[in-house]
């Protein structure tokens, strides 16, 4: 079996792969990414809003505390990744403004925000009239609504582009080609058997293959939970130009009972998101999907309807079985994780490449990716 070997394999191109590959590379480390289409998965998909404290959910703090960390790390992150590869990121400081449409919304809206003080996070109350000066395309049924200045947005697309040539400029090894299995010998992770029968070999391995991490061929049972793929259909539509901003930033409301957003982009592009759907790895764009974004869509905002409809998609987010990411060594040593990610890989792509590198340069884990061990599955199935 020949065998090529290097400092870190990471197993899995998408956009936390590829940001902990980059980081990785700036510590000394030679690295090799390990993807069929390096550059691609959920990102390519996703609206990219950076919104730790208009998605809190309650119960969710130690996420929350995480998501703040990388949305405050985002801009420098950005302009020193465009700085290395001349490439755009797509960040913008916009803040996000989040609506209620009816009574009970509005109360709901209400509990957040005193919760979000409770938290000591910044967010400020607004009544309907208040958010329509803002935002003048919003319904005129809009009855209250959050801003909060700090959640901000990047293109997951120019992001993925940029992070993928910072890799190569960094000296990451690109290999594209998938992981057939896991080699393991005597008790630890080495790397990975190819589907052509070679191998590639690592000081150590990081898993990073998104909803499919833990279907990893001769990964042992346990060392992983399972990471179910959850399904986000999207829209594009175009905003024509010049004209005054449709939106001046993102818009997000609860619709019916789902969660709906719209994310206005400097090059006029609106992004409409997102489906939550359990359906196993199917990523079918449905007409339901897009009729019930674009009907939620406008009950929030009515001109959206008259916007050119460019392109419709789905992407899986990875879920794990408490929703919140799992960042650093497995039980299996030689092999540290990096998924699980569900809603928030675009937010926490800063500071899981920041956490990881650290651990694979240092030997110790960050305080910050404690609570994110992929241990605490291990631990609990025990007791």
Not at 271 to 278: F, L, P, S
């Amino acid at each position: 079996m020949a065998r090529t070997s290097t400092d870190v394999l990471v197993v899995g191109g998408g956009i936390i792969g590829l940001a902990v590959a980059w980081r990785t590379a700036q510590r000394g480390l030679a690295v090799t990414v390990l993807d069929p289409t390096p550059g691609g998965g959920a990102a390519q998909v996703a609206a990219g809003m950076l919104a730790p404290v208009t998605e809190l959910q309650y119960g969710e703090e130690p996420l929350l505390r995480l998501g703040i960390a990388s949305n405050q790390r985002y801009a420098a992150f950005a302009a020193e990744l465009t700085g290395a590869t001349g490439l755009p990121t797509g960040y913008r400081a916009t803040g996000t403004l989040a609506v209620a449409l009816d009574s009970d919304d509005r109360a709901e809206l209400r509990e957040l925000h005193g919760f979000h003080q409770r938290l000591g996070l910044d967010s400020q109350w607004l009544t309907g009239r208040e958010a329509r000066r803002l935002e003048p395309m919003l319904s005129p049924g809009v009855s209250g609504g959050l801003l909060v200045t700090g959640d901000h947005q990047v293109d997951g697309r120019r992001l993925c582009a940029a992070l993928l040539a910072g890799c190569e400029r960094a000296g990451v090894r690109l290999h594209r080609d998938r992981a057939a299995e896991l080699l393991v010998t005597a008790g630890r992770a080495v790397g990975v058997r190819l589907p052509d029968g070679s191998a590639l070999t690592a000081g150590r391995l990081v898993l990073a293959a998104g909803p499919y991490s833990h279907r990893l061929a001769g990964l042992p049972e346990g060392v992983l939970p399972a990471i179910r793929p959850v399904k986000g259909q999207i829209l594009r539509l175009r905003i024509p130009g010049p004209y005054a901003p449709f939106l001046s930033r993102n818009v997000r409301a609860v619709v019916r009972g789902q969660h709906l957003y719209l994310v206005p982009r400097a090059d006029g592009e609106l992004v409409i998101g997102a489906t939550t759907e359990e359906q196993g790895y199917d990523t079918t764009v449905t007409a339901g999907g897009v009729y019930e974004l674009l009907r939620d869509a406008h009950q929030l905002v009515p001109g959206v309807t008259e916007l050119p409809l460019t392109e419709t998609g789905a992407g899986l987010r990875p879920g794990s079985p408490d929703n919140a990411p799992l960042l650093g060594p497995t039980a299996l040593p030689g092999l540290a994780a990096a998924t699980g990610h569900y809603r928030n890989g675009v937010l926490l792509t800063p500071v899981t490449a920041d956490l990881l590198a650290a651990y694979l340069a240092e030997g110790t884990v960050p305080d910050l990716a404690v609570p994110f061990s992929p241990l605490r599955f291990t631990q609990r199935a025990a007791a």
